[in-house]
Nanobody, 121 residues
Framework: QVQLVESGGGLVQAGGSLRLSCAASGRTFSMGWFRQAPGKEREFVAGISWSGGSTYYTDSVKGRFTISRDNAKNTVYLQMDSLKPEDTAIYYC?????????????????WGQGTQVTVSS
């Protein structure tokens, strides 16, 4: 069993930046970030392979968000720049049991509790 704890969320103005962190209690493989806005389904945001060599982003965040990981610290990060009000959501970290990038929620086994990100206009 792996526990995931997100941090770094908060309130920021449009155009600003936030850096989310996800600390895992043990070794993890492929990791990802998802988000869920009020009244909407949870959506994939970004994913990273076990080695960190492969990443994948949903189109709406390409060029603005960067996912990275530090395996020595069992931590994955999501750097969010040029934030927009439509990025407002609860952001969840997830861990899969495969080494390649996973882009669907069904492929992830472990989930964090989420951290709120609010972008004001």
């Amino acid at each position: 069993q792996v526990q995931l704890v997100e941090s770094g969320g908060g309130l920021v103005q449009a155009g600003g930046s936030l850096r989310l962190s996800c600390a895992a209690s043990g070794r993890t493989f492929s990791m990802g970030w998802f988000r869920q806005a009020p009244g909407k389904e949870r959506e994939f945001v970004a994913g990273i392979s076990w080695s960190g060599g492969s990443t994948y982003y949903t189109d709406s965040v390409k060029g603005r968000f960067t996912i990275s990981r530090d395996n020595a610290k069992n931590t994955v990060y999501l750097q969010m720049d040029s934030l927009k009000p439509e990025d407002t959501a609860i952001y969840y970290c997830a861990a899969a049991l495969v080494k390649v990038v996973v882009t669907t929620a069904a492929g992830y086994i472990y989930w964090g509790q989420g951290t709120q990100v609010t972008v004001s206009s």
